[in-house]
Each structure stands twice: as structure tokens, then as C-alpha cells.
């Protein structure tokens, strides 16, 4: 899916939370969302689902409005993983999944063998395909999450949503996760605390008091200015020995 961000402002209660927010998704990017604690990123991501009607401004999904598109369409389309995302206690692990399914189905379309295989899938992609009897209230914190994660991959979309899908994950699953975000041929919209994940993107956004600070590659956009600026630390990068780029951070500026 390509999208397209045009002048997006948002307010509550008259505060603002995001002002003349502008840049665009090409299709099959993974695209990074960093900033400090209460910098936008949630709400943004939550105007990208269509589930937070902007104070102005468009969401353009591949050239349609997303506010006129209706609900289902969107729910087939857009797959958004909240920080805090809820599920009812008495649900197994494949009743959460199979949630995911739920925008497919209709009454002249019902159950199918192709739901049951996008539900294991995703369940397998996850890790959790031996934890699929297990009851919701049973999970740990990170096991939770990454069923959460499972139910967005089943709902197959084109635009996938994750709000800090990393926390409460061990440092493997953190990895594996990460690993399997970065495989996906889809448009992937991540936000991040960790910096050195987010260079793993194809191009970042940092924003900045509801801001859109700079968009832009990750070894140009986290550079030692910016992470002054907005972060308030004193950073440098390395080249690893694998070529990719790394991080390191210290409070004296």
C-alpha cells in the first residue's frame, strides 16, 4: 500500500498533538516512527488506521481518502498493533488469532480452510503455535504481545501498524520479531524507543513535540545533532562488522 500524509494536525481538548504533519509511504516500505515520550506517535499511527479522525489534514491510501473508506475496507486493509491492546480472558490463543479474520468474513462468505491457514501461519510466525490451546489470562506479558502481533498477521493486510511491538519481549524475541517485520512484503509503519532497531528501517520520521523533525535513511536522519536536540543524549555511530551501522549513546552532552 503507498500512502500519503498531507498537513495532518490533531488536538485534544484544544492541546495539540500533532501539527502540519506531512510525508509519504512507498509501497512495501519499512518505515520507522521514533521520538520521545509523548512526541505523537501513537496518535499518529492511530490516524493512519483510521481509527483517530484527524483535526485536518488527509490520509491518502493508495490515492483514496481513508476517511471515506468504509470500515471494513479499512479493517481488511490496515492492521494496527496498539501498546495496550486488550482481548477478552476467556479466549485460547487461536480464538484471539482468529480475530483477525473477522473483517474477511461475512454472511455469504463464512469459515474457510484459507482462514485456518493465515490463522496458523501467523501463529507460527509468532512462535506460538504450541501455546494455541493456552487460555489469554495464562500468558506472560511478552506472550501476549506477540499474539496480538499474530492476530494483526492473520488479518493478511497491506498496511501494517506496530506501536512499540518490542516491549515485554525478551531480547530473542525481540530479535525474531524484528526479523520477521523486516521479511514482510507489505508496508510496515513501526514506532520505536530503540534507535538502533529503528536503523534497521528503510527511512525514519522523528518527531519531535508533535513535529515531524526529519524524515529521512537512518544513518542520515540519527546523527549527533538530532539526537541532541530532540533525544537530549550525546550519540555517535559505528559501522559493525557486518556493515550495518550501530548506535552508542552517553547523558553528557
Known amino acids: 500500500m503507498k500512502v500519503g500524509v498531507h498537513g495532518l494536525f ?14 509519504h509511504l512507498s509501497q512495501g516500505e519499512l518505515f520507522g516512527l521514533v521520538g520521545p515520550n509523548g ?6 499511527l492511530r490516524c493512519l488506521a483510521g481509527l483517530r479522525r484527524p483535526s485536518s489534514g488527509r490520509v491518502l491510501a493508495d490515492g483514496a481518502d481513508l476517511a471515506r473508506l468504509p470500515a ?27 480475530l483477525g479474520r473477522t473483517p474477511h468474513l461475512s454472511p455469504l462468505r463464512g469459515w474457510s480452510a484459507a482462514d485456518a491457514a493465515a490463522v496458523e501461519a501467523a501463529l507460527a510466525a509468532v512462535e506460538m503455535a504450541d501455546f494455541a490451546a493456552r487460555h489469554w489470562h495464562t500468558l506472560s506479558g511478552g506472550e501476549q504481545q506477540r499474539v496480538h502481533i499474530a492476530r494483526a ?3 493478511t493486510p497491506d498496511l501494517l501498524l506496530l506501536d512499540e511491538p518490542t516491549n515485554h519481549l525478551d531480547i530473542r524475541h525481540q530479535l525474531s520479531l ?9 508496508t510496515r509503519v513501526i514506532a520505536l524507543h530503540d534507535l538502533n532497531q ?11 513535540r508533535g ?9 542520515d536522519v540519527l546523527a549527533e545533532d538530532m539526537l541532541a536536540r530532540v533525544f537530549g543524549v550525546a550519540g555517535s555511530s559505528r559501522e559493525d562488522p557486518d ?6 549513546f552517553s547523558h553528557a552532552l
Do not use: N, W, Y
Not at 10 to 23: G, K, M, T, W, Y
Open 10 to 23: 490533531a488536538r485534544i481538548h484544544r492541546a495539540p498533538l500533532l501539527e502540519d504533519v506531512s510525508f
Open 39 to 44: 512526541s505523537g506517535k501513537s496518535t499518529l
Open 72 to 98: 471494513r475496507t479499512r479493517a481488511r486493509r490496515i492492521a494496527l498493533v496498539e501498546q495496550h491492546a486488550d482481548t477478552m480472558d476467556r479466549l485460547t490463543v487461536r480464538e484471539a488469532v482468529e
Open 153 to 155: 498477521l492473520a488479518q
Open 178 to 186: 524484528m526479523a520477521l517485520v523486516r521479511g514482510l512484503p507489505i
Open 198 to 208: 529503528a536503523m534497521a528501517c528503510h527511512r525514519v520520521a522523528v518527531l519531535h
Open 211 to 219: 513535529r515531524l523533525a526529519a524524515v529521512g535513511p537512518p544513518g
Open 243 to 248: 556493515g550495518s551501522r550501530h548506535l552508542r
